[in-house]
């Protein structure tokens, strides 16, 4: 209240001058205390408890009441009025000339701003963030705007237009002093125009513009810091690099990330290395080039890493994120903890551009494989829905969703529509980015594709698609061809190649001693190691809830491997699901698997029928009757499951067996 005495300040010593304080008009309004400083306040059009404190720590004075005080006396005398919101206050306008001429006799607000700007941390209320985002970049505070960004874009008032438009437009003196504003420049730009593809690639083409013109000179930076955080942009940009031979770009940026990782150790060892969130960064990214190259493990490694050395909480989502889907694409075990499974939402205001978001679109994708595997086709469907195709373009994992995609189409839809939506997608996103011949997008792009050549019938042209499947990933798919063939020996065969061969991953080994079981039943082999081997992975994939190498099989192989083992894992909780599961697959137009025994006349014949020769010439030719060869195609028409001359050529040609 008016008049009444307040605690004396603490004084820290300001740093203006405090020179007179005999303001008339304040004089009358406020207690001695704090007539002085409280034209500073003035800096904020609103004033709640986190600027009040941060602007009297600025001047040096020390709390010269708490806030709640300040507030009561500074009503009570006419001077505020309540703000727009609880617990804050706004100047009453008549005093608008008074407190701008005490503002002049503490320095004036440019000064001022400087000080705040000065004394301002981050994780103070974001409102009061944005401000100082404002106040530094007038100053060429590049240290604090990057700061302002961090600490903002995980709350939805970074969406107003004007904060955008600051960080978008940061001209470049900002970006090479503080690499990381190359990421806020390019996803503010995004984040501004209109939705859309064209909004997905805005981000990564400011990424992919900076790293070669203002961060190539990374290694050459006085400080630590911003050396490691220009190499990580730096390596970020050089995967999106156009390049002339597939893979050239992301072997590339996974030079630089070599490069840098010997930068941190020479300055490490110098007694100069980068800070924990520095290292943070760095981790984070490289985890995810380990994914991208189809490395897992290492991936897992990184990010788990990059999660302990995190302060910020933005980094730890990305970090958990790629794990996440590290772990989806490499174990095989489909079970998540239950406060994860199935929960993850897009929840940063920039969406994937922003860092959080971004670790989000990767647990979505985490969850649908999860999903997948458990051949929960309406989970599937969720991950699909939260996950936008151009949000998942700008987070480098189109290959990845659109695999999810093909998966779905040829466990559960149409073949024919799945296929067609599967090349469309590569065509359409093979221009503006290479994911499909990075290891990562190769392998699960092809592995989709397979799957539904082999269930249509065109083992031929599966065959020849196991070529463009990274090395290492080859003999598992080429297993399954033979078996849905019905070359059962074959099968047998390439499985038991793969199992046993050095450096073949965990998941595989399980997967090929799958297939090799399910060939020996249908070729009716009792050898009883077969098939305690089949019970035994069966078991393995019914407790991890991986159901899908049984629903890749043919429908006879299936049914095989499920009459085997039912009476061993009925009482299996699991097994009930994976039985429900199975018989929700669409199983049309599935070629089944028949045993491909050509004679040596068939053999000849086949060749022959392919082409316009009519039969009595075909007769003539093999020196038989017209009859036998009329026997003939119609022994092979059933043998290739056809109705006519011209399906028995289709099918003979799909299965190899006539090029």
């Not at 970090?319 to 499974?341: F, K, N, Y």
Request: glycine content about 8%; some cysteine; hydrophobic content about 45%.
């Amino acid at each position: 209240m008016p008049g009444a005495e307040l605690p004396p300040p603490v004084s820290r010593g300001s740093r203006l001058d405090q020179g007179d304080d005999s303001t008339p008009e304040l004089s009358l309004a406020l207690p001695a205390s704090l007539r002085r400083w409280t034209p500073a306040l003035t800096l904020w059009p609103v004033v709640d408890r986190a600027r009040f404190d941060l602007t009297f720590r600025c001047l040096g004075e020390g709390p010269v009441s708490d806030w709640t005080t300040f507030a009561a006396a500074a009503t009570e005398a006419g001077l505020v009025e309540p703000g727009p919101d609880c617990d804050t206050v706004v100047f009453r306008p008549e005093w608008a000339a008074a407190l701008e001429a005490g503002l002049e006799r503490l320095g004036g607000r440019d000064a001022l701003r400087a000080l705040v700007v000065d004394e301002w941390s981050p994780g103070l209320d974001p409102l009061v963030t944005a401000d100082i985002a404002f106040w530094a970049r007038d100053v060429g505070r590049w240290e604090v705007v990057e700061e302002a960004w961090i600490g903002l874009n995980v709350h939805n008032e970074l969406q107003t237009g004007d904060l955008l438009a600051l960080f978008r437009d940061l001209p470049v003196e900002a970006r090479i002093a503080r690499p990381v504003l190359t990421w806020a420049s390019g996803a503010a730009e995004a984040a501004l125009i209109a939705a859309g593809r064209h909004g997905a690639e805005t981000a990564p083409t400011a990424i992919m513009l900076d790293s070669a013109m203002l961060h190539s000179n990374w290694s050459r930076r006085e400080d630590t810091d911003t050396a490691v955080y220009a190499g990580t942009l730096r390596m970020l940009g050089e995967r999106r690099q156009p390049s002339t031979r597939p893979g050239q770009a992301l072997e590339a940026a996974w030079r630089t990330k070599v490069e840098v990782e010997a930068f941190i150790d020479a300055r490490s060892r110098e007694g100069r290395g980068p800070a924990r969130r520095t290292q943070a960064l760095y981790r984070v990214m490289s985890a995810q080039l380990a994914l991208f190259r189809a490395a897992p493990l290492d991936a897992i490694s990184e990010a788990r890493w990059a999660a302990l050395l995190a302060d910020v909480e933005q980094v730890r989502v990305l970090a958990r994120g790629i794990e996440a889907l590290a772990v989806s694409v490499s174990m095989g075990d489909a079970r998540a903890p239950d406060d994860e499974a199935g929960s993850h939402q897009i929840t940063d205001p920039l969406g994937v551009r922003g860092m959080r978001g971004l670790g989000q679109a990767f647990s979505i994708i985490a969850d649908g494989n999860r999903a997948l595997r458990r051949l929960d086709v309406e989970a599937v469907e969720v991950a699909l829905s939260r996950l936008r195709a151009q949000d998942a373009a700008f987070a480098g994992l189109w290959a990845v969703r659109a695999a999810l995609e093909g998966f779905r189409d040829g466990l559960w839809g149409d073949l024919e529509e799945g296929m067609r939506h599967l090349s469309m997608e590569i065509a359409r996103r093979s221009l503006g980015t290479r994911e499909q011949d990075e290891p990562l997008g190769a392998a699960v792009l092809g592995r989709a594709r397979l799957l539904m050549l082999t269930k249509s019938g065109a083992f031929s042209a599966a065959t020849a698609s196991i070529g463009q499947l990274p090395d290492g990933l080859r003999l598992l798919p080429q297993a399954r061809i033979h078996l849905w063939a019905g070359q059962f020996e074959q099968a047998i065969r390439v499985a038991d190649a793969g199992a046993y061969a050095e450096g073949r991953g965990f998941v595989d080994r399980h997967l090929l001693l799958i297939v090799k079981a399910a060939a020996s039943l249908l070729a009716r082999r009792s050898d009883r190691d077969i098939r305690s081997a089949a019970i035994r992975e069966l078991r393995h994939l019914v407790l991890t809830e991986n159901f899908v190498p049984v629903a890749v099989l043919p429908k006879p192989a299936r049914d095989a491997i499920i009459e085997l083992c039912a009476p061993e894992l009925g009482d299996e909780p699991n097994f009930s699901v994976l039985l429900k599961r199975l018989a929700q697959l669409n199983d049309s137009g599935d070629t089944g698997v028949r045993p491909l025994h050509l004679t040596e006349r068939e053999v000849v014949l086949l060749p022959m029928l392919a082409t316009d020769m009519p039969v009595p010439e075909i007769a003539r030719q093999l020196q038989v009757s017209v009859n036998t060869v009329r026997k003939q195609v119609v022994t092979l028409r059933e043998k290739f499951g056809a109705d006519s001359r011209l399906e028995l050529i289709r099918r003979a040609r799909a299965y190899g067996a006539l090029s």
